[in-house]
């Protein structure tokens, strides 16, 4: 009965890694694949600062629900609420920090999309694993092990050749998209995401407050942030046309996609081990590739595939950890952080 029992919970265990892996390849491509339709597609534009406000909107809500299922009980759920919210304001005035560099991060990313390619941007954006090892690394005094460094020198060295690729290329470089800007964009989100990941791992391990409610305090908070974005950057826009002017199903389905992408992962992560996590990032990478050559006539070029083969590479050896090394790598600090987007 033992031995039964055990090959249930094995063959459970599996499914779970396969869900696992299909669910981290979607949300890694389609995201991606969306925001460029999105930025690029005829008709009247979105304002993405107010797609990116909604998001937050669309996440606090499903944390407050998350942690309401946590609680069992409205009573026990307002309690908590009012305990971690309200009666430890320095706690949660922590929390802005982050909060306000993932407002950035997420305009920053509609930018990108909208001025590169969905396939360049997919791979440019994997630059975010050498932003948080750089950050564990000065802020959590993690160390990396030799093949982690080689990784990091492979991602720079395969991100440089896709960029490279289209630096020429005349479709891209017009009046309304711009290669440069673009990269500068991804770049800068990546940054953003490694030290608010790493500063919110900081956070977490810090106090006993469960993820959900530290995402309820992140949304809570980045609601003003956002909102003051959205009229600091769009307020003309606004004023003509309306906070929702432009929006449509694709819109709203682009919008709870992303807010909630990142919580999806968390969920499911914990069955997904960092080889499975490396196959759904060189998966989304090879999705968003031939995606974008029947939506977005995209041509893959012999350097593209070459510096695509190096970033995908790089995320296998980076996710490696000798099971010898019991210590925690920073890629376990990488791992956790990324996912608190």
Known sequence: M?????????????????VSLVTLTLQNAVL???????????????LSSTAVF??????????????????????????????????????????CVPSLLYIIQNNLLY???????????QVTYQLKILTTAMFAVTMLKRTLLAQQ???????????AMV???????????????????????????????????IYFEMILKGSDISVWMRNVQLSFLSLPFGLLTCFAKDMSAIRNNGFFHG???????????????GLMVAMVVKYADNILKGFATSLAIVISCIVSVYLFDFMITFQFVLGAAMV????????????TKPTKSVMDSAKESLLKV
């Open 2 to 18: 033992s031995s039964k029992l055990l090959r249930t919970n094995q063959r459970k265990v599996r499914m779970l890694k396969v």
């Open 32 to 46: 991606g694949l969306s925001m460029r339709y999105a930025c690029t597609r005829t008709g009247d534009k979105f």
């Open 54 to 95: 909604m998001a937050e909107l669309v996440k606090l809500v499903t944390s407050l629900a998350l942690v309401y299922k946590e609680e069992g009980s409205s009573k026990r759920w307002i309690a908590t609420l009012h305990n971690n919210i309200v009666n430890q304001p320095m706690d949660t005035l922590k929390v």
């Open 111 to 121: 930018l990108s999309a909208s001025h590169l390619d969905a396939a360049t941007y």
């Open 149 to 159: 460094w080689a990784a990091l020198v492979l991602l720079a060295l395969g991100v």
């Open 163 to 197: 960029q490279l690729t289209g630096a020429s290329d005349t479709a891209v470089n017009n009046a309304e998209q711009n290669r440069l800007i673009g990269f500068a964009a991804a770049i800068g989100a990546c940054v953003l995401s490694g030290f608010a990941g």
């Open 247 to 261: 929006y449509d199903w694709f819109i709203a389905y682009l919008v709870v996609l992303q807010a909630g992408g």
């Open 312 to 323: 995908i590479a790089s995320v296998f050896l980076y996710s490696y950890s000798p099971k």
